[in-house]
């Protein structure tokens, strides 16, 4: 199922607009590199890969969450359609 999910992710995902944040944290990573020798900006690199995987993992993992919450919610909408059918026939 990984593989189905990740493509739904892919097609269906929308990131929210963030920029005023985004252009922050930006700005501010830029700050703290020039500060930094070559050895240290390296590591800052390292470390905003490292937490944009994250963020870009986060982000999938609550996509399928939602998607199994709402397959969940459906499945019982639907188990209690058919109860109550079968209720009117008998």
Same mark, same amino acid.
């Given at each position: @199922?990984?593989?189905? @999910? !990740? %493509?739904?992710? &892919?097609?269906?995902?929308? *990131?929210?607009?963030? !920029?005023?944040? $985004? +252009?922050?944290? +930006?700005?501010? &990573?830029? $700050?703290? &590199?020039?500060?930094?020798? #070559? *050895?240290?900006?390296?590591?800052? @690199?390292?470390?905003? =890969? /490292?937490?944009?995987?994250?963020? *870009? %993992?986060? *982000? #999938? !993992? !609550?996509? +399928? =969450?939602?998607?199994?919450? /709402?397959?969940?919610?459906?499945?019982?909408? %639907?188990?209690?359609?058919? &109860?109550? #059918?079968?209720?009117? +026939?008998?």
């Amino acid at each position: @199922m990984g593989y189905y @999910m !990740s %493509e739904l992710y &892919r097609r269906y995902f929308r *990131a929210t607009g963030f !920029s005023e944040l $985004e +252009e922050e944290i +930006e700005n501010t &990573r830029q $700050e703290v &590199r020039d500060c930094l020798d #070559q *050895a240290q900006q390296r590591k800052l @690199m390292h470390l905003i =890969d /490292a937490q944009e995987q994250l963020k *870009a %993992e986060l *982000a #999938q !993992s !609550s996509f +399928e =969450d939602g998607f199994r919450l /709402a397959i969940g919610l459906l499945r019982e909408l %639907e188990d209690k359609r058919i &109860r109550l #059918q079968l209720e009117e +026939e008998g």
